[in-house]
């Protein structure tokens, strides 16, 4: 075996059905460059989750000849190509906030359901990518306030801390509060990203 195949850095994916999948860095390509705002939310469902019954069998990403799903994108690229991730990662997580919505909802028309208004004729017509994204914002916002007054009620002042420059702060943003209540109690978050505290 060659020198070159004993060092060679590989990570591994847990996909459905605890299927693993091992690659090397040779064989992730830049993230692809799509957008979902055009090819819908549908399309989104299709390839966002390998254990959804929405999944299609097929990504835009795909590493020797396996479609990798969207919700794993960032642990292909955590570690490689970060510069080039950091061009997709506000997309991504803006695909995340959609398709936590459709999981609350029992089915895709029930989401649509939710997220639809009346057109110029009356009709129920599906939200545009835009405004979806800005009315899911507003509802996270308002969710992410609700239990942020709960958690300042329950934790103790040292569940809110956080250590930035050296320092330790208490955190004070609703979303990063009620993200830490939700970590305490071991709640699912409805968007909680992995960034610094503040």
């Known amino acids: 075996m060659s020198a ?12 459905a059905g605890g299927r693993l999948f091992t690659f090397g860095e040779s064989d992730v390509p830049d993230p692809p460059a799509i957008s979902f705002a055009h090819r819908g939310v549908e399309s989104l469902a299709s390839e966002w989750d390998d254990n959804s019954p929405n999944w299609a069998g097929r990504s835009s990403l ?27 990662k506000k997309n991504w997580f803006d695909w995340k906030s959609i398709m936590l919505a459709v999981a609350s909802a029992s089915s895709m028309e029930a989401f649509w359901g939710k997220y639809s208004t ?66 305490v109690k071991s709640l699912v978050g409805n968007n909680d990203e992995d960034e610094d505290d503040g």
């Open 4 to 15: 070159n195949k004993q060092h060679k850095r590989t990570r591994t994916l847990q996909l």
């Open 62 to 88: 795909v590493i020797n000849g396996v479609p990798i799903a969207v919700k794993y994108w960032p642990l292909v690229y955590k570690y490689w190509k970060t510069t080039q991730w950091d061009g997709t």
């Open 118 to 183: 009346p057109g110029r004729d009356g009709v129920l017509q599906h939200m545009k990518y835009t405004p979806l994204l800005n009315q899911l914002s507003q509802e996270r916002k308002a969710e992410d306030e609700r239990i942020a007054a709960i958690a300042v009620q329950e934790l103790s002042t040292e569940q809110l801390m956080y250590r930035k420059g050296g320092r330790q702060c208490v955190t004070k943003k609703p979303s990063k509060i009620a993200a830490r209540y939700r970590e």
